[in-house]
């Protein structure tokens, strides 16, 4: 596909959970977490062309016919939000090129929702700012605003709450990605019925919601061998018992020589901890000959940002 010139370029990355502790059900069907993102050299390029009215196409190298191309993209909601907000008599229209895995774990659905705001804010010239950028990403999904940020952060409250997080060096990763999705609702809705949660949360026990300081030690020191065994992820027995698969995948990646792997966000994909950047590209030619799509990223990487 030819993209014009007169368009506005934003390019976002997917996101990994490096921890992710989920603690109990609001009444709004989120919960609270305890969250390390690390953004990834794996994009979304959202492009925004004046029009009068909305709309919204989607291309990409991974398999996008389940992406919605209606008001059930965050990427049309975050324009028409951006519109609404600021009262901008404009349309737009989407052209999103997908690079991250679709309903993977990855924050996909987020990053083009973080740079439909980018864009469209640059086309119509809105200039809300920075702030006003986080506050829409918020109401948006509890990973937008990460992914307008990027980088290395953690996440409290639902996951928009962000601090940033110092990360020395670059850590490479290992994705396998699986052909068919996982739904985020009922991967957190699975973990709750495991934990035995009904209907009386308020009666239950707090869960401990916090990063552990051995993780966040292994970022600021840059070192993957310390972060490996640290590595963690509450939604990952509930991606499991969807998804038996997934442990074998996981084990042969330990098996195959990665530090260690963890399922990415509510999954199905899994991120693997990898040495260095000759460790990750030997452990994906393995992986590959095991039959698996394998994909070397590294993090952490810069958040939506306009391509000039
Ligand atoms: O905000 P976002 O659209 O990314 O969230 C998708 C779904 O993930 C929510 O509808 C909710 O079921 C679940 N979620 C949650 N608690 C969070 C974040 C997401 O339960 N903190």
């Not at 090129?97 to 679709?102: A, F, H, L």
């Not at 739904?183 to 401990?208: C, H, K, M, N, Q």
């Amino acid at each position: 596909m030819a993209y014009r010139s007169d368009a506005v370029h934003v390019r976002a990355p997917g996101k990994i959970n490096v921890y992710l502790g989920v603690g109990h059900p609001h009444d709004d069907g989120y919960h609270s977490l305890a969250t390390v993102f690390q953004a990834v050299s794996l994009f979304e390029d959202v492009y925004a062309y004046p029009s009068d009215d909305f709309s919204l196409e989607v291309t990409g190298d991974v398999d996008v016919s389940d992406v919605p191309t209606d008001d059930r993209n965050l990427a049309m909601r975050a324009a028409k939000m951006l519109a609404q907000a600021t009262g901008v008599d404009a349309g737009v229209h989407l052209v999103i090129r997908k690079g991250v895995p679709v309903a993977g774990g990855m924050g996909g659905g987020s990053a083009d929702a973080a740079a439909a705001l980018v864009a469209c804010d640059a086309l119509w010239g809105t200039d809300v700012g920075s702030r006003g950028l986080h506050e829409l990403a918020a109401r948006l999904g509890a990973d937008v605003p990460f992914t307008l940020h990027g980088g290395t952060a953690i996440g409290a409250g639902r996951g928009d709450e962000l601090t940033p997080a110092l990360a020395r060096g670059r850590f490479d990763w290992v994705l396998v990605t699986s052909d068919q999705g996982l739904s985020t609702p009922e991967i957190y809705r699975s973990l709750d019925r495991l934990r035995g949660f009904g209907d009386a949360v308020a009666e239950d026990p707090p869960l401990s919601l916090d990063v552990p300081v051995g993780v966040l030690q292994a970022l600021r020191a840059g070192d993957a061998h310390e972060l490996a065994p640290v590595m963690h992820n509450d939604l990952e027995r509930a991606a499991v018992l969807d998804r038996p698969d997934l442990e074998l995948a996981l084990a042969d990646g330990v098996r195959l020589g990665a530090l260690s792997g963890i399922v990415s966000g509510s999954g199905p994909t899994i991120a693997f901890l990898c040495a260095d950047p000759e460790a990750a590209r030997a452990l994906q030619q393995e992986l590959r000959a095991t039959g698996r799509e394998a994909l070397h990223v590294h993090g952490p990487v810069h958040g939506a940002q306009l391509m000039l």
